[in-house]
């Protein structure tokens, strides 16, 4: 028999949704704040009543509301009102009913239930066990005033740390409707002290105020309540106040609690589960070669199922399940992974990080569920590598292998603090590029070589998996139209028209050293650009070389996020007629040495075309704001007017020249 996800049950109606208690709420029409409300065709709720309920084994989050349904848009939405459960959690329906002419209309016998499973991403290998229940309600009219009463109910396992770690983030209303009355209650029950912290919260002039922490002691509540309230949208570029409420710990404690943890969980005998695996290890000729067949293992042949709900609580699943079952969650395979190293005697530890949030980190109070993911920490000759187990493309020796960006992590170690990785760069280019436009007779013959490295020779090698080779050629001539700054000339619909035999191909993969080379080719026919009847022959890359979306970023609350490759490229540009070797522009060249990138150029010109040689330096996973920002805004200001690519002037034939060709 399946589980039950909801429960309808009267009897757990408050006193306020029945009908001897209705005529004092709607005396609210009668205030000025409600006509004001109505006037502007805002929904109204007669009252909003929210209670978080935190306790040792489960959190409990109870939501009384009354609104008016003056909207189309509303109505339909309170006739189809959704809930996501997750696989512990139960929904109970207390009230569901609706005003009307001053009666209330009970309607928990218009309803009709389903329950279907929930995936929040179909693109990822999701089994987060979620449901959707939706209760679609009968009979509602435009101008009812809708009352739910509801209260959803997470039961913890056993084995989840959320037994002794409580976190909540409470973000106040916006400003879509209008309350009456506005209460949110957290009622401590864990048996421990809750602290709470207050972010982003601002004076009149928009500066961020730095409010003292407080703390709600065990069977003690946290209350907000306010009376004739809207709430009110964030400043644009600016983020939304919240409140971080968290079980009172450090971060030394919490990793204390998760190193115990997991010690009973790295104390295994891989020969005794894993035996072939081990035995292909022990025949490969050196600690770097059984160091790759171990992280290509547990990243290629594991399959990767995200759980968001394991991630959040539970004991990591043993390696030996993980290495049975070849699938698991990014604990159960960082922790296969950490006992294979274990067994090759190499140094490594599990930490948490966390994807897309990263930048919060430091402004969270310590709580281990600030983090969304985990990784290995490798110490191997005195270096340190992260490896993400997830990744199922990587290649290569562990120098060799992909680096992600990510600026905090917490190492699952006991007595540990918040850690920070700092920025770096690429120790040899992640791009080199060396292209060729030689043109004859009024074509072009172009050949792009490229050599990709870590990321950007997983990304190629995936594209060349995935796409037709039609698809990746079309994509390298519109690269090659732009760069040539062909779009001067004709729309992008007339590519076709003059690229003619365009082809591209791998030339070498090398997998242990996670390089791979391509070579593209195309003809193309009347390559100049004509600009006051003078002829030009351009090649520019803005992609590589500038980060043109630095000046743009204004975020007041959010620094800007640098990640960029290091890249070292070759431009050759010729032709069958004399080209003005003192062009300024042509033999421009620059050095640029900034604290956040650096960008060389050097020139050769001669008779017939010209090269530039391009080395550009910049950094991984460096965060910039302020007086930080504006300076590296500037250097890529300097960048894009000091030249990043090439162009070339032909000399026009005069008169006599074009007789002289007759006659020869």
């Not at 997470?154 to 037994?163: E, F």
């Not at 850690?419 to 992640?430: G, L, R, T, V």
């Not at 302020?626 to 590296?632: F, P, R, S, V």
Request: charged letters at 30%.
């Amino acid at each position: 028999m399946g589980k039950d996800y909801y429960f309808i049950d009267p009897t757990l109606s408050s006193a306020e949704t029945k009908q001897a208690n209705i005529e004092a709420w709607l005396e609210t029409k009668n205030t000025d704040f409600y006509k004001a409300q109505i006037t502007q065709e805002r929904d109204y709720c007669f009252w909003c009543n929210m209670i978080e309920t935190a306790k040792p084994n489960s959190r409990t989050s109870y939501t009384s509301m009354a609104y008016t349904l003056n909207d189309p848009n509303m109505l339909n939405s309170a006739a189809k009102t959704n809930f996501i459960l997750a696989e512990d959690e139960v929904l109970h329906i207390h009230t569901l009913s609706v005003v009307r002419d001053g009666k209330v209309i009970d309607k928990l016998n218009d309803i009709n239930v389903k329950v279907l499973d929930y995936v929040r991403d179909e693109d990822q290998a999701s089994f987060n066990d979620e449901k959707k229940v939706t209760v679609l309600i009968r009979d509602l009219h435009l101008n009812d005033i809708f009352i739910i009463e509801t209260s959803t109910e997470l039961q913890y396992q056993k084995d989840s740390i959320r037994n002794q770690f409580f976190r909540w983030i409470y973000t106040y209303p916006n400003s879509y409707w209008a309350y009456g009355k506005y209460r949110f209650e957290l009622k401590n029950e864990t048996g421990q002290r809750l602290e709470v912290n207050y972010n982003y919260f601002r004076d009149d002039e928009g500066n961020i105020l730095e409010k003292e922490k407080e703390f709600v002691e065990n069977q003690k509540s946290y209350v907000i309540e306010e009376d004739s309230y809207i709430g009110k949208n964030p400043d644009e570029l600016e983020l939304a106040p919240f409140i971080d409420f968290t079980t009172h710990k450090n971060y030394p404690e919490i990793t204390k609690t998760i190193s115990d943890l997991y010690q009973k969980f790295y104390q295994v005998d891989v020969t005794t589960f894993a035996a072939d695996l081990i035995a292909e290890l022990d025949e490969l000729p050196s600690l770097q070669h059984k160091i790759r067949h171990a992280i290509d293992f547990v990243q290629k042949e594991v399959y990767y199922l995200y759980n968001e709900a394991e991630m959040d609580g539970h004991e990591p699943q043993p390696a030996e399940v993980t290495y049975n079952t070849k699938q698991g969650d990014c604990k159960a395979k960082t922790l296969l992974l950490k006992v294979l190293l274990d067994y090759l005697g190499v140094d490594s530890e599990f930490i948490l990080v966390s994807y897309d949030r990263d930048i919060f980190l430091p402004i969270y109070a310590p709580s281990p569920f600030n983090f969304n993911h985990a990784i290995l920490k490798i110490n191997y000759e005195n270096q340190i590598y992260f490896v993400d187990a997830t990744i199922n493309n990587d290649q290569g020796f562990l120098e060799n292998r992909q680096k992600n960006s990510f600026m905090y992590y917490l190492e699952i170690k006991e007595g540990t603090e918040l850690q920070k990785q700092e920025p770096f760069q690429d120790q040899i280019p992640s791009v080199e590029e060396i292209a060729h436009c030689d043109v004859k007779e009024n074509t072009g013959y172009v050949t792009f070589e490229r050599k990709l490295r870590g990321r950007m020779a997983n990304g190629t090698r995936e594209m060349f998996k995935n796409d037709s080779n039609k698809d990746i050629i079309n994509r390298y001539n519109f690269a090659t139209y732009n760069n040539l700054t062909l779009y001067k000339k004709y729309e992008e619909n007339e590519i076709d028209k003059h690229f003619s035999d365009a082809s591209i191909k791998i030339v070498e993969d090398n997998k242990e050293l996670n390089e791979i080379s391509v070579i593209y080719k195309a003809t193309i026919s009347d390559p100049y650009i004509i600009e006051n009847k003078k002829r030009y022959l351009h090649f520019w890359n803005w992609g590589n070389f500038i980060d043109d979306a630095a000046e743009k970023h204004y975020h007041k609350d959010f620094p800007y996020w640098v990640d960029r490759n290091v890249i070292k490229m070759e431009i050759h540009l010729t032709s069958d007629h004399s080209i003005d070797q003192q062009d300024s522009y042509t033999r421009q060249e620059c050095n640029i040495d900034s604290k956040y990138l650096k960008h060389r150029v050097t020139k050769k010109v001669s008779k017939n075309g010209a090269s530039t040689y391009l080395e550009y330096k910049p950094y991984h996973n460096l965060t910039l704001s302020g007086a930080e920002l504006e300076e590296y805004v500037k250097a890529n200001k300097e960048i894009l007017n000091s030249n990043w690519g090439i162009g070339i002037d032909i000399i026009e034939d005069g008169l006599f020249k074009k007789i002289g060709k007759l006659f020869k």
